[in-house]
């Protein structure tokens, strides 16, 4: 059987940036912080990407968290 181990996650937390002057989309700016604690939970995530985004210029428009994950025999 096979199994899967979280390896590592990082937390993405996304900015909008402006509008496009030609199509009047959003413009988006990421920043990505790596060796995330893998056990952290979506409510301590969140808490932090607010924390980090008061500190910001730019108004948070989305996060994300990015898991990486091996898969080996078991």
């Known amino acids: 059987m096979a199994v899967a181990e979280l390896m590592k996650s990082s937390l993405q937390l996304v900015f909008v940036n ?3 002057l030609e199509t009047g989309k959003s413009l988006y700016k ?6 995330v604690k893998t056990a952290a939970t979506a409510d301590q ?5 607010e924390a980090i985004s008061g500190l910001q210029e730019l108004p948070l428009y989305m996060v994300h968290r ?9």
Request: glycine share 8%.
């Open 18 to 20: 402006g509008t496009d």
């Open 30 to 35: 990421s920043k990505t912080f790596n060796n």
């Open 45 to 49: 995530l969140y808490a932090i990407a």
């Open 66 to 74: 990015k898991d990486s994950t091996d898969i080996h025999q078991g």
